[in-house]
């Protein structure tokens, strides 16, 4: 087994594809919502805010607080194991919601696909920063990260041909719901690649060897017994640093989720756009740029590293936070649907830029040893803030300011309200050196 300080093996690499793989399911049993807003709120008759709350805090909800329990326990415990358990659970909760009857059954069961996905990054980085070195790193998480936009695109293409296959086929019915409208079955196929992939995951993937610390001081097996004292440690040496990129990321955060789970609605409501059309467009708009954008992160932070090494990680996450900022205030905006397609290849490019370079970033500054757990503090953060209220942000703002058909002045708003700042904070940030003692 190839130590994070040696030439990664082939089969460094296959774990690597099984985590992508893994990601990609998991985004689509995520994002396909996201493409399903507009049939789940005809027959189940919600709110913007409601339909805001399915895709953003029902999420959240479990997936914050099973975040920072797994983060801990897969600082110490079977990482694989951990991982293969999430993959069913949410697995089972995606074929789950196709038999939502209103709103509550659908949040609930939205809530456990949150819960099962918690497991998903914290185990991965941790799988993979185990077994590739600081400085070889940001490649394999480039395309563990890809899975985001693989997942999305795909949701939207897949999630499109199905809702057209079962609108043009027979009647369905589902146990205990009767005749079943074809969002439901688009759910309840989706559940069951997770299962087989489960499997695959459990009989195929080695974790790494924990006595290496891909290239960071420290004794890991001594810090895995006083991890939570350690991050607390950690925390107090870089205080004012964590501070900042907390908000930061906060704020960030509202701004992509805000863009990542109303745009495809937005191109329906909008500018008229059908499910199929939006599929076949924004689909391929998510997976090229989305698989473009984490492509580009490794040579663009490999020239900033000669420029200046200590801080080109910061510079990357400013300059895509406020980029997206300006490409997500300005795409919903513009006039006609080319123009409003054109322009979502550009932000989802920018966007995976930035999701990439914030988990590169948590490389970077957090010890080996506390990965899992920051990883998982992050990934709570993120979705406990923009995860769980970008998406009600938006929801409410139509329902109360613009009308439903000014989704996309929404959606601008929340560009204009968190974008700069999340840009600022992380320039502020970036003037603070990391403290490791």
Known sequence: MASATDRNSAYDWYVVGVLFTVSVLGYIDRVILSFLVE???AELQLSDAQLGAVIGLAFAALYVMGGILLGRLLDKGNRVLILTTSIIVWSVATGATGFATGFAVLFIARMFVGV???????AAIGIISNRFSEANVQKPIGIFTMGLYVGGGLAMLLGGQLLSFFE?????SLPLIGAAEPWRLVFVILAFPGLILAGLMLLSVRDGDRSTNGGQSGEAGSAKGAALVGGMQFAKQNGLLIALLAVSVVCWSMNN???LNWYPAM??????M?????A???????LISGICGCIAVS??????RKRNPQKAVFSLCLVSMGALSVTTFIGPLLPGVPAAVAMAFINLFISAMSVTSVFVLLVAVVPQHLRGLYTGLYLALVNLTGGAFGSVFVGLFTDYIFGEQGLNYSISMIALLFGPVAAFLMFKASRISVKVE
Do not use: C, H, Q, W
């Not at 099962?116 to 914290?122: C, I, K, S, T, V």
């Not at 191109?267 to 008229?272: A, K, N, P, Q, S």
């Not at 059908?274 to 939006?278: A, E, G, I, K, Q």
């Open 274 to 278: 059908s499910p199929l059309l939006v």
């Open 299 to 304: 040579p663009v932070l490999n020239t900033l």
């Open 267 to 272: 191109l329906m409501r909008t500018y008229g």
């Open 280 to 286: 076949n467009t924004y689909g391929p708009a998510f």
């Open 39 to 41: 049939p789940i709120k």
């Open 168 to 172: 043009g086929a027979r009647d369905y």
């Open 116 to 122: 099962g996905e918690a497991g998903l990054n914290p």
């Open 257 to 259: 989720y805000g863009l």
